[in-house]
């Protein structure tokens, strides 16, 4: 999913720049209100960072990843996965790939937008005790398809607007490319969530993650 440099113009990555910073600090109050928040998001950038080291591959014009996107969005909670996300790009620029820095809002962006349409179309059900959803392996396989037809999308609108001309058949094969994920990542999430479920009264779990708001499916 990332963009790499020279693809959009300097003057539209700086808008990616103010969009990026617009909304992390939309959610900013919300992250500090509990520090324990601010020590889940460095868990989140940190799985997140393992995830997406562990596996990547160049795909057209971008790269298939294994982000763990809802792992962490349901074990983690939502604004501490949106700062992971940002943090753990920065921190892979700094260690990693210091050539990708110059595009970090354009790829944080690209993880962001889709988890905030994905959390509030359908994910902030699953932590709504009230409402009575269930966890299930469908239920995070219809997360998870939402959440991947998103980041490919965002990486499609940055190659639109890009400066270097990209064949629509490029980017198909990119987006075609993470229906592996789709397909590997619930059963990956769900197991996570049932191991995480199994000692959510232990105090570190309780502290650390948001499963006791989940409900599993029997």
């Given at each position: 999913m990332h963009i790499e440099?020279?693809?959009?113009?300097?003057?539209?990555?700086m808008g990616a720049n103010v969009a990026a910073i617009g909304i992390l600090g939309f959610y900013l109050k919300r992250l500090v209100a509990n520090p324990m928040d601010l020590i889940k998001g460095v868990l989140a950038a940190v799985f997140f960072s393992v995830f997406m080291q562990s596996f990547h591959l160049s795909v057209g014009p971008s790269e298939l990843h294994f982000i763990g996107a809802m792992s962490i969005y349901l074990t983690l909670g939502f604004v501490p996965t949106i700062f992971g996300f940002a943090l753990g790009l920065l921190l892979q620029g700094l260690v990693f790939d210091p050539i990708d820095l110059p595009h970090l809002a354009v790829n944080s962006l690209s993880l962001i937008a889709p988890l905030i349409a994905v959390h509030y179309a359908t994910?902030?059900?699953?932590?709504?005790?009230?409402?009575?959803?269930?966890?299930?392996?469908?239920?995070?396989?219809?997360?998870?398809?939402?959440?991947?037809?998103?980041?490919?999308?965002?990486?499609?609108?940055?190659?639109?607007?890009?400066?270097?001309?990209?064949?629509?058949?490029?980017w198909l094969s990119f987006a075609g490319s993470y229906l592996a994920v789709v397909a590997v990542e619930p059963f990956i999430t769900l197991l996570t969530v049932k191991m995480l479920k199994r000692y959510e009264n232990a105090p570190a779990v309780k502290r650390l993650f948001v499963v006791e708001r989940l409900s599993l499916k029997a």
């Open positions: 440099p020279g693809f959009v113009s300097a003057a539209k990555v994910g902030k059900k699953l932590f709504d005790k009230g409402l009575k959803q269930r966890v299930s392996w469908r239920a995070i396989l219809k997360l998870d398809a939402i959440y991947y037809a998103g980041v490919t999308s965002m990486v499609g609108f940055w190659l639109t607007i890009g400066e270097v001309a990209t064949p629509f058949s490029a």
